[in-house]
């Protein structure tokens, strides 16, 4: 965590990760309704029980306000600075009152307990250790409320992509940014099967500034059976688990592991 400067420019996130609202750049249509499931799924469950809210790793607020629009007594945290200095000029311009405290979600402690607490958008993938996983679950247990719930949504890695030409280049996704036309996200990667986290490397150009960004991070890989033996050891029960935002039921070929846990 903290090793990204992709978190330390929320203009940047926001044009790659825009809101639903606000998704006519993105190109392709299958992560267009990928995007606008996500966040009916977060909002559904964030008002399932109709108590206090946690978003951990909210970025620059673009979840959490929206819920907070939806009446949903919310709060949000995050461990870089300026995402939530972003966080709160979003939560300004809706007219909303949220508030944002950086935390780090090894370890973090803030005022109260809640109902539920989200960590969408694989977020939970920076822990690349057991032990930060471990650290994590336990803070989550300690802010949930009697009954309470975690939330949070994974990657199902591809398998072919652990074998991938880590000197090669492959499309990762395009945009549209007015102004500046057409915007490509390639990618190179490698995987350390011993450590299970992939190292990624991504390439941002436009037409006139080729790999004007260049953005460098690590994800842990997180295998199903291996998730249901955390969350178990975290005395966590898992009540559902989805393979993907629409609530499909989750199998081999789903591409994500959509969780939701009750201690």
Known sequence: MGENDLYDDPQLYDLLFPAARDITSVRDEPRKQLMIAAERFYAEEAGRTGGRVLEMGCGSGRLTVLLAQDGIDIAGADLSVPMLEAARARAR?????????????????????????????????????????????????????????????????????????????????????????????????????????????WYISTVNAPDFRKIDYQLRVIFPQELLLLLKCAGFQLEARYGEFTREPFGATSPRQVCICSI
Not at 108 to 118: C, E, N, P, W, Y
Request: glycine share 6%.
């Open 93 to 201: 311009t809706a007219a909303v009152e949220v508030p944002f405290v950086q935390a780090d979600m090894r370890d973090f402690d803030i005022s109260g307990q809640f109902a539920t607490i989200l960590i969408p958008g694989n977020s939970l993938l920076h822990l690349l250790t057991i032990e930060e996983l471990e650290q994590c679950f336990a803070s989550v247990r300690r802010h949930l409320a009697p009954g309470g719930r975690l939330v949070f949504d994974i990657s199902k890695w591809d398998m072919s992509r652990y074998t991938r030409d880590p000197g090669q280049r492959y499309p990762a996704f395009t945009l549209d940014q007015p102004g500046s036309g057409e915007i490509t996200v390639e990618e190179i990667s490698s995987f350390d099967a011993a450590a299970q986290v992939r190292h990624v490397v």
